[in-house]
């Protein structure tokens, strides 16, 4: 007959290996995403920099914006607004008002490019079925 004190570790000892060879398992399961794992999944991810330190000008922002636009319609992840700040940004500028279409063309940009990222972080997502509390 096996002493109480002996039963203890023997189930403290056990607890211990099960726990750590699911923790093994789930580290293995989530390895960490690089960017150069990203750009070999999507394609290539852009730069999340808007570059508002340099004060680029109006023309240049909407061109970028464009591209971005059209590179997150491609992924199939543009936002349902995006074009929409595009176009009033032109009205804007149409209508001389310079600094409200500045910011709805910067605004533009800056969801063309968070649409591709979650495009980038979607793109290698797996169901996790484990039961939680």
Not at 64 to 79: H, M, N, P, Q, T
């Amino acid at each position: 007959m096996a002493s109480p004190e002996r039963h203890s570790l023997k189930r403290t000892a056990t607890v211990c290996i099960v726990a750590g060879t699911f923790a093994l398992l789930g580290c293995a399961g989530a390895a960490p995403q690089t960017e150069a794992t990203r750009s070999e999944i999507t394609g290539n991810p852009p730069e999340l920099k808007s570059n508002r330190d340099k004060e680029p000008d109006y023309a240049t922002v909407v061109a970028r914006a464009e591209r971005e636009v059209k590179r997150a319609a491609d992924k199939g992840f543009l936002w349902l607004n995006t074009e929409a700040y595009l176009a009033a940004s032109r009205e804007a500028q149409k209508a001389g008002n310079l600094e409200e279409a500045m910011k709805l063309a910067q605004k533009a940009l800056d969801e063309a490019l968070l649409a591709q990222k979650q495009a980038a972080e979607g793109a290698n997502t797996k169901a996790d079925y484990s039961y939680r509390r």
